[in-house]
């Protein structure tokens, strides 16, 4: 453990802008939610129905499970606890990649153990920032519910709670940082672990075994119960995973080689097949958008037959007022439900289609660009080849998305196709933010991209309480997309065409930043 306070205050000084602004954010989240339920939900009459009403709806028992208790806490709690355990599992996932394998792809950590430098000082500095961070965020969080009128012991449950989803993912991706040399395929079989964790809390929500929520982090999440009946217990459940987690982290790293993963790698062959730059991308990108691809067709598939027969189980109040804000009035409740959910899982795309992005700063960190370059292939051709991927990974990803649903719902393929491709545009402008981010300022540009994703999650759920009107919901490319299944607006063709215009000038002037500077391999 030689180092590890050097390596945490490392550590401290590369994110001093990142983990301030997203323990911030997610510290004043529960306050403003609960304030928000409090003005929509003026009595107790009122959140009882609501709560009546989310029990017989399978989105929202498939998203945030069931409401445990009905007061403001309680509501509070059910509207965020899962969401905040997956944004916190994934910014966890981010980071410990980001400092434990990454560091080792790009050389960094070969060059810091040949100083006093203990071989486990970097796993646990990772550990120690993330898990501190999440537990900070989580105390924040605390004084200002408090001072909302709620219960300071439920509260600080609610905090510890909300800090110990990310506690679990980061334990995870500790693990697979072990597993494989490429901090890509560490995150993406992180994430994906996570997508199962999550499904498996759904299945359990919305399937009647419950049993299943005890196999999940955030079902544990969801079962300590806060402003109900205080289960402190559960979050002892979750120390012994993320302590078992850690230590099978650490004693797999000692079984593996500096830079070298548990996974050997496949060699390539002998002679070299790639036809030039696009060839290249072709085979960098290929495993990553087949997994996402057969994962979205799937996930589409099962959202098609969770929609059937939904028209008389959501016909609430509730779910009529939700309908009329989006533009469903009137709209069968079925095609209501359809487009909601789309406009989440196309963020998710929006995700993915950051990955592809941003392979070329991966690319350029870890010294291969440079070798790359070196031949006759221009630069702009190299970072073209991965922005062509960038922008039609996510075709391929909605295409397989609303085909599948489309199939399994009412057989109308290319209804339900056309309105899921109807958020490309708002996904291609995260695409081409994150392009002109790789151009102007490489070394945070994964950082920046990926909290101004976040950024936009936070956004649409504070809209969905009405805490966020007017230029700050405008900012959200994602609620500029007209809902086609509803009918959409009068000329959906302006804001998608607006949108890809949007999207094509931050991805040229990314390029045209990028023939300007000096490669920065070094990260």
Not at 61 to 68: E, Y
Not at 146 to 164: D, Q, R
Not at 402 to 416: C, F, H, K, P, Q
Request: net charge positive.
């Amino acid at each position: 453990m030689t180092g590890t306070w050097t390596q945490i205050r490392l550590i401290l000084r590369r994110d001093r802008v990142l983990l301030p602004v997203w323990i911030a954010i997610t510290a004043l989240l529960p306050a403003s939610i609960a304030s928000a339920t409090t003005d929509l939900y003026a009595d107790q009459a009122a959140r009882d129905a609501f709560a009546a009403a989310s029990a017989s709806n399978p989105a929202q028992l498939a998203m945030r499970g069931p409401i445990h208790d009905a007061s403001v806490g309680g509501l509070t709690a059910w509207t965020l606890g899962s969401s905040l355990a997956l944004i916190g599992g994934l910014i966890s996932i981010l980071l410990v990649i980001r400092h434990t394998r990454l560091e080792e792809e790009t050389g960094r950590r070969e060059l810091l153990s040949s100083g006093v430098i203990g071989r486990h000082a970097p796993l646990a500095a990772a550990l120690t920032v993330v898990l501190a961070a999440n537990l900070l965020l989580g105390l924040l969080s605390v004084p200002a519910l408090v001072t909302s009128g709620l219960p300071a012991g439920s509260s600080l449950l609610f905090g510890l709670s909300t800090a110990a989803g990310g506690w679990a993912f980061a334990a995870v991706a500790a693990i697979t940082a072990q597993l494989t040399a490429s901090s890509g395929t560490a995150r993406g079989i992180a994430i994906a672990i996570g997508g199962l964790l999550f499904a498996l809390r759904s299945l359990a929500d919305t399937g009647g075994a419950g049993w299943l929520a005890w196999l999940s982090p955030f079902g544990w999440v969801r079962l300590t119960r806060p402003y109900a009946d205080d289960r402190w217990w559960v979050l002892g459940l979750i120390a012994v995973f993320v302590a078992a987690l850690a230590a099978v982290a650490f004693a797999l790293s000692t079984c593996r080689d500096v830079a070298g993963g548990l996974i050997p790698a496949r060699p390539g062959p002998a002679t070299g097949t790639l036809p030039g730059a696009f060839g290249l991308t072709a085979r960098l990108h290929r495993s990553t958008l087949a997994g996402f691809a057969i994962g979205f067709g799937a996930l589409g598939a099962l959202l098609g037959v969770a929609a059937r027969g939904l028209d008389a189980q959501l016909d609430t109040p509730q779910f009529q007022q939700l309908a009329a804000t989006i533009g469903g009035a009137g709209a069968p409740i079925s095609d209501v439900f359809f487009t909601f959910v789309m406009y989440v899982l196309s963020q998710l795309v929006a995700g993915a289609a950051l990955v592809s992005a941003l392979r070329a700063r991966g690319e350029e960190a870890a010294g291969r660009a440079e070798l790359l370059l070196s031949t006759p292939i221009g630069r702009l051709r190299w970072a073209l080849s991965h922005l062509l991927f960038a922008f039609l990974s996510p075709v391929l990803l909605l295409t397989a998305l609303g085909a599948a649903a489309g199939l399994t719902y009412d057989g109308d393929v290319a209804r339900v196709t056309g309105a899921t491709l109807a958020y490309l545009p708002a996904v291609w402008t995260v695409a081409g933010l994150a392009t002109l981010l790789f151009g102007l300022m490489p070394r945070l540009a994964t950082a920046v991209s990926w909290t101004a994703l976040g950024l936009f999650l936070v956004v649409d759920l504070l809209a969905e309480f009405k805490l966020a009107t007017g230029i700050v919901l405008d900012l959200s490319p994602f609620v500029h997309v007209p809902a086609m299944l509803l009918g959409g607006s009068s000329s959906p063709v302006a804001p998608l065409l607006g949108l890809t215009v949007l999207s094509v000038t931050l991805g040229a002037a990314g390029l045209a930043l990028l023939r300007r500077r000096d490669l920065m391999p070094s990260g």
